[in-house]
């Protein structure tokens, strides 16, 4: 069973940075895509961020240019660096893991394993 545990989370003001931490057991790590997904109050869970195994990133256009996913095969471990924060950033910030090894994650339905969530908040 695939394990998925969280951190790096907290309070920032508008324009700081944070960087989050994902650390993944019980799978293949090597062969799993990854990703970042965020859920803010009374909004759906969204995509922000994936890498496939191979290390190749997606990003939605909310991040880009301010947000970086990046992955540790030696370490089973993916980060996501995110600089500018912007209150608009606030939210539960989740790391997943696909269902099925060598696929990309492309939206909610291809996850297979969540993370319990950290939560960021950037303040004005």
């Known amino acids: 069973q695939v394990q998925l545990v969280e951190s790096g989370g907290g309070l920032v003001q508008a324009g700081g940075s944070l960087r989050l931490s994902c650390a993944v057991s019980g799978g293949t790590f090597n062969t799993y895509g990854m990703g970042w997904f965020r859920q803010a109050p009374g909004k759906e869970r969204e995509i922000v961020a994936t890498?496939?195994?191979?290390?190749?990133?997606y990003y939605a256009d909310p991040v880009k240019g301010r947000f970086t996913i990046s992955r540790d095969n030696a370490k089973n471990t993916v980060y996501l660096q995110m600089n500018s924060l912007k209150p608009e950033d606030t939210a539960v910030y989740y790391c997943?893991?696909?269902?099925?090894?060598?696929?990309?994650?492309?939206?909610?339905?291809?996850?297979?394993?969540w993370g319990q969530g950290t939560q960021v908040t950037v303040s004005a």
């Open positions: 997943a893991a696909g269902a099925v090894r060598f696929q990309r994650l492309n939206s909610r339905q291809d996850v297979g394993f």
């Open positions: 890498i496939s195994w191979t290390g190749f990133g």
